[in-house]
T-cell receptor, first 111, second 113 residues
Protein backbone atom coordinates (compact mmCIF):
# COMPACT_ATOMS: atom_id res chain seq x y z
CA UNK A 1 0.00 0.00 0.00
CA UNK A 2 2.77 2.47 0.86
CA UNK A 3 4.05 2.21 -2.72
CA UNK A 4 1.13 4.17 -4.16
CA UNK A 5 0.63 7.78 -3.25
CA UNK A 6 -2.07 10.26 -4.19
CA UNK A 7 -2.14 13.99 -3.72
CA UNK A 8 -3.73 16.09 -2.54
CA UNK A 9 -5.83 14.31 0.09
CA UNK A 10 -8.55 16.98 -0.19
CA UNK A 11 -9.23 19.21 -3.19
CA UNK A 12 -11.76 21.95 -3.79
CA UNK A 13 -12.82 23.00 -7.26
CA UNK A 14 -14.68 26.08 -8.38
CA UNK A 15 -17.17 26.06 -11.23
CA UNK A 16 -15.47 26.01 -14.63
CA UNK A 17 -12.07 25.08 -13.22
CA UNK A 18 -9.86 22.18 -14.29
CA UNK A 19 -8.03 20.33 -11.52
CA UNK A 20 -5.38 17.61 -11.65
CA UNK A 21 -5.09 14.72 -9.20
CA UNK A 22 -1.70 13.11 -8.79
CA UNK A 23 -0.97 9.37 -8.57
CA UNK A 24 2.54 7.95 -8.20
CA UNK A 25 3.73 4.39 -7.61
CA UNK A 26 7.16 2.91 -6.96
CA UNK A 27 6.09 -0.73 -7.23
CA UNK A 28 7.27 -1.09 -10.83
CA UNK A 29 3.71 -1.93 -11.83
CA UNK A 30 2.84 -1.83 -15.52
CA UNK A 31 -0.85 -1.04 -15.20
CA UNK A 32 -2.53 1.91 -13.48
CA UNK A 33 -6.18 2.81 -13.00
CA UNK A 34 -8.46 5.62 -11.88
CA UNK A 35 -11.77 4.96 -10.14
CA UNK A 36 -14.51 7.22 -8.88
CA UNK A 37 -16.49 6.36 -5.74
CA UNK A 38 -19.66 8.21 -4.78
CA UNK A 39 -21.02 8.03 -1.21
CA UNK A 40 -22.41 4.59 -0.43
CA UNK A 41 -21.57 3.35 -3.90
CA UNK A 42 -19.12 1.01 -5.55
CA UNK A 43 -16.10 1.86 -7.66
CA UNK A 44 -16.49 2.92 -11.28
CA UNK A 45 -13.57 2.85 -13.71
CA UNK A 46 -12.67 6.18 -15.32
CA UNK A 47 -9.46 5.40 -17.26
CA UNK A 48 -6.77 2.75 -17.22
CA UNK A 49 -3.32 2.33 -18.69
CA UNK A 50 -1.42 -0.88 -19.32
CA UNK A 51 1.82 0.64 -20.61
CA UNK A 52 3.51 4.01 -20.90
CA UNK A 53 2.04 6.38 -23.50
CA UNK A 54 -1.12 4.30 -23.83
CA UNK A 55 -4.44 4.44 -21.99
CA UNK A 56 -8.07 3.41 -22.48
CA UNK A 57 -11.40 4.85 -21.44
CA UNK A 58 -13.31 3.11 -18.69
CA UNK A 59 -17.04 3.26 -18.05
CA UNK A 60 -17.28 6.95 -17.08
CA UNK A 61 -14.49 8.76 -18.97
CA UNK A 62 -16.52 11.79 -20.07
CA UNK A 63 -15.23 14.99 -18.49
CA UNK A 64 -11.90 13.44 -17.48
CA UNK A 65 -8.48 13.19 -19.12
CA UNK A 66 -5.26 11.32 -18.27
CA UNK A 67 -1.66 10.99 -19.39
CA UNK A 68 0.95 8.25 -18.91
CA UNK A 69 4.30 9.75 -19.77
CA UNK A 70 6.16 7.78 -17.11
CA UNK A 71 5.61 4.29 -15.72
CA UNK A 72 5.42 5.67 -12.19
CA UNK A 73 2.86 8.41 -12.80
CA UNK A 74 -0.76 8.53 -13.98
CA UNK A 75 -2.32 11.96 -13.33
CA UNK A 76 -6.05 12.53 -13.74
CA UNK A 77 -7.48 15.87 -14.83
CA UNK A 78 -11.08 16.65 -13.96
CA UNK A 79 -12.22 19.14 -16.57
CA UNK A 80 -14.98 21.72 -16.46
CA UNK A 81 -16.98 19.38 -18.70
CA UNK A 82 -17.49 17.06 -15.71
CA UNK A 83 -20.65 18.57 -14.26
CA UNK A 84 -20.82 16.57 -11.04
CA UNK A 85 -17.23 15.87 -9.98
CA UNK A 86 -17.72 15.74 -6.20
CA UNK A 87 -16.54 12.24 -5.24
CA UNK A 88 -13.74 10.16 -3.76
CA UNK A 89 -11.11 9.37 -6.41
CA UNK A 90 -8.97 6.26 -6.07
CA UNK A 91 -5.90 5.37 -8.07
CA UNK A 92 -4.67 1.78 -8.30
CA UNK A 93 -1.82 -0.12 -9.88
CA UNK A 94 -1.00 -3.73 -10.69
CA UNK A 95 1.40 -6.01 -12.46
CA UNK A 96 0.05 -7.40 -15.71
CA UNK A 97 -3.03 -9.42 -14.81
CA UNK A 98 -2.28 -9.20 -11.11
CA UNK A 99 -4.07 -7.90 -8.06
CA UNK A 100 -4.74 -4.17 -7.86
CA UNK A 101 -3.37 -2.10 -5.00
CA UNK A 102 -5.09 1.18 -4.17
CA UNK A 103 -3.74 4.55 -3.18
CA UNK A 104 -5.19 6.48 -0.20
CA UNK A 105 -7.57 8.51 -2.38
CA UNK A 106 -8.36 12.17 -3.07
CA UNK A 107 -11.64 13.67 -1.92
CA UNK A 108 -12.78 16.29 -4.46
CA UNK A 109 -15.47 18.81 -3.60
CA UNK A 110 -17.05 21.39 -5.89
CA UNK A 111 -17.61 24.76 -4.26
CA UNK B 1 -22.17 -5.21 -20.91
CA UNK B 2 -20.14 -6.77 -18.12
CA UNK B 3 -21.85 -6.65 -14.76
CA UNK B 4 -21.31 -7.90 -11.21
CA UNK B 5 -24.26 -8.06 -8.82
CA UNK B 6 -23.62 -8.23 -5.09
CA UNK B 7 -25.99 -9.19 -2.27
CA UNK B 8 -26.96 -8.27 0.34
CA UNK B 9 -26.33 -4.52 0.39
CA UNK B 10 -26.28 -4.54 4.20
CA UNK B 11 -25.64 -7.37 6.64
CA UNK B 12 -25.80 -7.30 10.42
CA UNK B 13 -24.51 -10.25 12.46
CA UNK B 14 -23.77 -10.99 16.09
CA UNK B 15 -20.11 -11.24 17.05
CA UNK B 16 -18.96 -14.82 16.62
CA UNK B 17 -21.52 -15.67 13.94
CA UNK B 18 -20.67 -16.25 10.27
CA UNK B 19 -21.29 -13.81 7.43
CA UNK B 20 -21.78 -14.69 3.77
CA UNK B 21 -21.75 -12.25 0.85
CA UNK B 22 -22.65 -13.40 -2.65
CA UNK B 23 -21.78 -12.08 -6.10
CA UNK B 24 -22.90 -13.01 -9.59
CA UNK B 25 -21.01 -12.07 -12.74
CA UNK B 26 -22.18 -11.86 -16.33
CA UNK B 27 -18.98 -12.30 -18.38
CA UNK B 28 -18.33 -16.03 -18.73
CA UNK B 29 -14.71 -15.27 -19.70
CA UNK B 30 -14.00 -13.78 -16.25
CA UNK B 31 -11.26 -15.73 -14.51
CA UNK B 32 -10.07 -13.61 -11.59
CA UNK B 33 -12.22 -12.71 -8.56
CA UNK B 34 -10.81 -10.51 -5.77
CA UNK B 35 -12.54 -9.31 -2.61
CA UNK B 36 -11.78 -5.93 -1.05
CA UNK B 37 -12.52 -4.52 2.40
CA UNK B 38 -13.00 -0.79 2.77
CA UNK B 39 -13.22 0.96 6.11
CA UNK B 40 -14.87 4.36 6.32
CA UNK B 41 -12.85 7.00 4.45
CA UNK B 42 -10.03 4.58 3.68
CA UNK B 43 -8.73 2.83 0.60
CA UNK B 44 -10.02 -0.63 -0.41
CA UNK B 45 -7.71 -3.39 0.82
CA UNK B 46 -7.45 -6.77 -0.90
CA UNK B 47 -8.40 -9.50 1.57
CA UNK B 48 -8.58 -12.60 -0.62
CA UNK B 49 -8.78 -13.54 -4.29
CA UNK B 50 -9.44 -16.62 -6.36
CA UNK B 51 -8.76 -17.66 -9.93
CA UNK B 52 -11.07 -19.76 -12.06
CA UNK B 53 -8.95 -22.90 -11.87
CA UNK B 54 -9.72 -23.18 -8.15
CA UNK B 55 -13.09 -23.82 -6.50
CA UNK B 56 -12.30 -22.65 -2.98
CA UNK B 57 -9.62 -20.75 -1.12
CA UNK B 58 -9.19 -20.15 2.61
CA UNK B 59 -7.14 -17.73 4.67
CA UNK B 60 -7.74 -18.12 8.41
CA UNK B 61 -11.32 -16.91 9.07
CA UNK B 62 -11.96 -15.91 5.45
CA UNK B 63 -12.86 -18.16 2.55
CA UNK B 64 -14.04 -17.65 -1.00
CA UNK B 65 -15.93 -20.18 -3.12
CA UNK B 66 -16.43 -20.08 -6.87
CA UNK B 67 -19.07 -21.80 -8.99
CA UNK B 68 -18.08 -21.24 -12.62
CA UNK B 69 -21.11 -23.02 -14.02
CA UNK B 70 -23.53 -20.77 -12.16
CA UNK B 71 -21.21 -17.76 -12.49
CA UNK B 72 -21.26 -16.84 -8.86
CA UNK B 73 -18.77 -16.57 -6.04
CA UNK B 74 -19.12 -15.96 -2.33
CA UNK B 75 -17.15 -14.58 0.61
CA UNK B 76 -17.45 -16.41 3.91
CA UNK B 77 -16.27 -14.88 7.19
CA UNK B 78 -16.38 -17.14 10.24
CA UNK B 79 -16.19 -16.16 13.92
CA UNK B 80 -16.87 -12.52 13.06
CA UNK B 81 -15.32 -9.79 15.19
CA UNK B 82 -16.26 -6.08 15.53
CA UNK B 83 -13.18 -5.12 13.50
CA UNK B 84 -14.67 -7.02 10.55
CA UNK B 85 -17.26 -4.22 10.28
CA UNK B 86 -16.64 -2.48 6.94
CA UNK B 87 -17.87 -2.37 3.35
CA UNK B 88 -16.88 -5.39 1.28
CA UNK B 89 -16.63 -5.30 -2.51
CA UNK B 90 -16.41 -8.22 -4.89
CA UNK B 91 -14.95 -7.83 -8.38
CA UNK B 92 -14.37 -9.86 -11.51
CA UNK B 93 -12.01 -9.54 -14.44
CA UNK B 94 -10.49 -11.32 -17.36
CA UNK B 95 -6.78 -11.75 -16.88
CA UNK B 96 -5.95 -11.01 -20.47
CA UNK B 97 -5.09 -7.80 -22.25
CA UNK B 98 -7.57 -5.57 -20.45
CA UNK B 99 -6.96 -6.11 -16.71
CA UNK B 100 -10.24 -4.33 -16.04
CA UNK B 101 -11.95 -5.05 -12.72
CA UNK B 102 -15.73 -4.83 -12.63
CA UNK B 103 -16.87 -4.14 -9.06
CA UNK B 104 -20.04 -5.09 -7.27
CA UNK B 105 -21.98 -2.37 -5.46
CA UNK B 106 -20.70 -3.34 -2.02
CA UNK B 107 -22.02 -4.90 1.19
CA UNK B 108 -21.97 -2.98 4.45
CA UNK B 109 -21.22 -5.52 7.20
CA UNK B 110 -21.96 -4.63 10.81
CA UNK B 111 -20.75 -6.99 13.53
CA UNK B 112 -22.63 -6.33 16.78
CA UNK B 113 -20.58 -6.90 19.97
Amino acid sequence: DGGITQSPKYLFRKEGQNVTLSCEQNLNHDAMYWYRQDPGQGLRLIYYSQIVNDFQKGDIAEGYSVSREKKESFPLTVTSAQKNPTAFYLCASSLAGGMQYFGPGTRLTVL
Amino acid sequence: GENVEQHPSTLSVQEGDSAVIKCTYSDSASNYFPWYKQELGKRPQLIIDIRSNVGEKKDQRIAVTLNKTAKHFSLHITETQPEDSAVYFCAASRVDSSYKLIFGSGTRLLVRP
